[in-house]
C-alpha cells in the first residue's frame, strides 16, 4: 500500500473513532437529561489488550497491557441523597440502591459500580449519592476487560467528583477488589491497571512481583492491530488452570533448593531449569520452560520496540503462540489454524491473547496484507470450523479520564 493511502486510512479511522465517541456521548447526555433533567460530568475509561506476557502475571513475572480505543463511558452528577440511581443503556435497565453492605443490588452490572463506591470508602474516600447513565463499546466475550473499564470509569469519576486524592494504584486496587468482594472473580491486577494508567501510543510494561512499571513506545506506523474473535470457548476446568499453577510452583520449589533466592518461577534461569529436569514431572518442566521463556520474550519486545523494530516484535509473538500451543497447552484447534494462517499470509505477528482454551488471536498485520489476511479468514475459518470469525481493529489509547 503505497505512503499516502496509509495516511489516509489512519485520518479516516481516527475520524471515524471521534464520530463514533460523539454518538456515544450524545446518547449518553440525551437519556441523562430524560431521566434526570439536568447535566453532569462525563468520564471515560478503556477495555485493554496484553501484547505478550501471558500466565506470567501468577508466576511474579511481567506483562504487557496497553488501554485501547474501546471503553465505557459514563455521565455522573452528584444528587445531593445517599442513593445511586442508575441507567445501562446496553442493558436498558434502571436501579437504584443505597451505599450501605446490605444494600448490593441484584444486577450484576450494578455490582460493579456498587463495589467500586463500598471499596472507595473502605479505604478512607467519601462516597455520596449519584446520577448516572453509561454505556460501552467493548465487545463482550472477546477478553478486551469491559468489566475493568466499568470499574475504572466509575473509580475514577468518583475520586474526581468527591476530590478523595486517592492515587492511581488504589484506583486499580479498588476495582481489583471489586471484582473480589462483589463480583466473585479472584483477578489480578493488570486489567484494572490498564484501564487506569493506559496512555495513547503506549503500551505498560508491569512487573507483577513488585507492582514497578515502565512505559514503552507502540505507534506502529504502517501496521494495524486486530483481534480475530473464533467466537469458541472451550470450558477450562478449575482443576485445568489450577494445574499448570501447580506445574508452576512445584518447578520454582525445586529450583529453589539450588538457588534460594528464587521466589517466583519468573525469577529463575533457564539453566537452573535444567538442572533440575530429573527432578520433576515433564509436564511440569514443559510448563516452566515456557514461562521462563515468556518473560524474557517481554524484555525482548520491550527492545525491539524501542528501537522500532516491529518484525522482531512480531517474531516474539509467534513464539509466545508456540509456547502457549504446545509448552503450555492452552490454545485449541481454532486457534492454532488461525495462528497458522497468518504464518501463511505473511502476518508480521499473531498469538492467542488471554487464558486460551477459546477467544481470540491478537494480529499484528501490515497495511498492505490487512485486507487479504481478513479475506483469507473470512473464507477458511468457516469452511473448517462452520461458523464465522469476528474481528476487531484496535488503537492503543488513553486510560480513565474526564471526558471534556
Not at 5 to 17: M, P
Not at 168 to 174: G, S
Not at 301 to 324: K, N, P, S, W
Amino acid at each position: 500500500m503505497p505512503y499516502w493511502k496509509s495516511v489516509l486510512r489512519g485520518f479516516l479511522e481516527r475520524t471515524k473513532l471521534k464520530s463514533h465517541n460523539m454518538e456515544m456521548k450524545t446518547r449518553i447526555r440525551e437519556k441523562f437529561k430524560t431521566l434526570f433533567g439536568a447535566e453532569g460530568e462525563v468520564f471515560a475509561s478503556a477495555g485493554r489488550i496484553n501484547l505478550i506476557g501471558e500466565h506470567t502475571d501468577y508466576n511474579g513475572g511481567y506483562v504487557f497491557p496497553g488501554a485501547i480505543d474501546c471503553g465505557i463511558m459514563a455521565e455522573v452528577k452528584l444528587n445531593g441523597t445517599q442513593k445511586v440511581r442508575a441507567f445501562s443503556i446496553d442493558y436498558d435497565e434502571y436501579v437504584e440502591f443505597g451505599l450501605n453492605e446490605e444494600d448490593k443490588p441484584k444486577q450484576q452490572w450494578a455490582r460493579y459500580i456498587f463495589g467500586v463506591c463500598r471499596e472507595t470508602v473502605k479505604r478512607g474516600g467519601k462516597v455520596e449519592g449519584f446520577d448516572t447513565v453509561f454505556a460501552g463499546d467493548v465487545p463482550l466475550g472477546a477478553g478486551l476487560s469491559s468489566s475493568a473499564a466499568l470499574e475504572s470509569t466509575f473509580a475514577y469519576a468518583i475520586n474526581y467528583l468527591f476530590d478523595n486524592k486517592i492515587d492511581k494504584f488504589d484506583l486499580a486496587k479498588i476495582g481489583q477488589s471489586t471484582e473480589h468482594n462483589y463480583c466473585g472473580v479472584k483477578c489480578g491486577i493488570m486489567d484494572q491497571f490498564a484501564s487506569i494508567f493506559g496512555k495513547k501510543g503506549s503500551l505498560i510494561r508491569l512487573n507483577c512481583k513488585t507492582l514497578e512499571y515502565k512505559y514503552f513506545p507502540f505507534d506502529p506506523k504502517g501496521y494495524k492491530l486486530v483481534l480475530v474473535d473464533s467466537c469458541v470457548k472451550h470450558e477450562l476446568a478449575s482443576s485445568a488452570y489450577n494445574k499448570r499453577r501447580e506445574s508452576c510452583e512445584n518447578a520454582a520449589r525445586a529450583i529453589r533448593k539450588n538457588h534460594p533466592e528464587v521466589e517466583f518461577l519468573s525469577d529463575a534461569k533457564r539453566v537452573w531449569l535444567e538442572e533440575v529436569r530429573e527432578e520433576i514431572p515433564a509436564e511440569d518442566f514443559l510448563r516452566a520452560e515456557y514461562v521462563i521463556g515468556e518473560v524474557q520474550r517481554v524484555l525482548d519486545v520491550c527492545d525491539a520496540l524501542e528501537r522500532g523494530d516491529y518484525e522482531i516484535v512480531g517474531e516474539m509473538m509467534y513464539q509466545t503462540h508456540f509456547g502457549l500451543s504446545k509448552l503450555y497447552e492452552v490454545s485449541c484447534e481454532e486457534l492454532d489454524f488461525l495462528n497458522k494462517l497468518a504464518r501463511k499470509c505473511e502476518v508480521t505477528g499473531s498469538r492467542v491473547m488471554g487464558g486460551g482454551f477459546g477467544g481470540c488471536t491478537i494480529n499484528l498485520v501490515k497495511d498492505e496484507l490487512y485486507d487479504a489476511f481478513i479475506a483469507a479468514v473470512k473464507e477458511q475459518f468457516p469452511a473448517r470450523f462452520g461458523h464465522d470469525p469476528k474481528f476487531y481493529d484496535v488503537v492503543i489509547s488513553d486510560g480513565a479520564r474526564k471526558v471534556e
